[in-house]
């Protein structure tokens, strides 16, 4: 899956990594968001059914987003602030 951004494409850019690959972002975007868009394709797999997510519900209900990020440990993508120079990892 892959975000487009309709709107608010002009904010400050921030940089973060995805399993060790660069993504680029948008101060603002939450960490879902940012990594959606910024290309990555999927989240971790489903627990139950292995197979890629990319998130649900959007609004931290779902459960389907969790993260590892260093310095926060496991988070809910689209319940976490992006910010520039994240290390994420899929789980
Ligand atoms: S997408 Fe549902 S909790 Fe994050």
Do not use: Y
């Amino acid at each position: 899956m892959r975000l487009k951004r309709l709107r608010d494409a002009g904010r400050a850019p921030i940089a973060l990594t995805l399993d060790g690959a660069p993504v680029s972002a948008q101060d603002g975007d939450t960490l879902l968001t940012a990594l959606l868009a910024g290309g990555a394709g999927h989240l971790s797999p489903n627990l139950f059914a292995q197979e890629p997510r990319a998130g649900f519900c959007h609004m931290g209900a779902c459960q389907d987003c969790w993260v590892a990020v260093d310095g926060l440990g496991r988070v809910r993508a689209c319940a976490t602030p992006a910010a520039d120079g994240m290390v994420v990892r899929r789980l």
